[in-house]
């Protein structure tokens, strides 16, 4: 119901994006968020965006490299990610949940598998 794409090996600096289709019940959500789990590391919030309004919420850590997006139209999530560091490497997940975007991983009701983002030096 939710399927992230994108992922794959860059050299630090450069950017990748991540895609996540919704359907069937997750695209029924009214908020996606992406969140992120390096090994040995608990489970990350990224960025979240409200369906609606667009509106965003996105993690201080990146907030001046990642841009979250949306197309309602195609029921597509984005996550832009530009200056890469090798600190963003980890497996990426995009969430959905019922209700405005939020930071904890707890409200979010419906997982995509991962995706792998690794980022050399």
């Known amino acids: 119901q939710l399927q992230a794409s994108g992922g794959g090996l860059v050299q630090a600096g450069g950017s990748l994006r991540l895609s996540c289709a919704a359907s069937?019940?997750?695209?029924?959500?009214?908020?996606m968020g992406w969140f992120r789990q390096a090994p040995g590391k608990e489970r990350e919030f990224v960025a979240a965006?409200?369906?609606?309004?667009?509106?965003?919420v996105v993690a201080d850590s990146v907030k001046d490299r990642f841009t979250i997006s949306r197309d309602t139209g195609n029921n597509m999530g984005s996550l832009q990610m530009n200056s890469l560091k090798p600190e963003d490497t980890a497996v990426y997940y995009c969430?959905?949940?019922?209700?405005?975007?939020?930071?904890?991983?707890?409200?979010?009701?419906?997982w995509g598998k991962g995706t792998q983002v690794t980022v050399s030096s």
């Open positions: 069937g019940r997750a695209a029924s959500r009214y908020a």
């Open positions: 969430a959905a949940k019922v209700g405005r975007a939020y930071k904890d991983s707890r409200l979010y009701v419906d």
């Open positions: 965006i409200n369906w609606n309004d667009g509106s965003t």
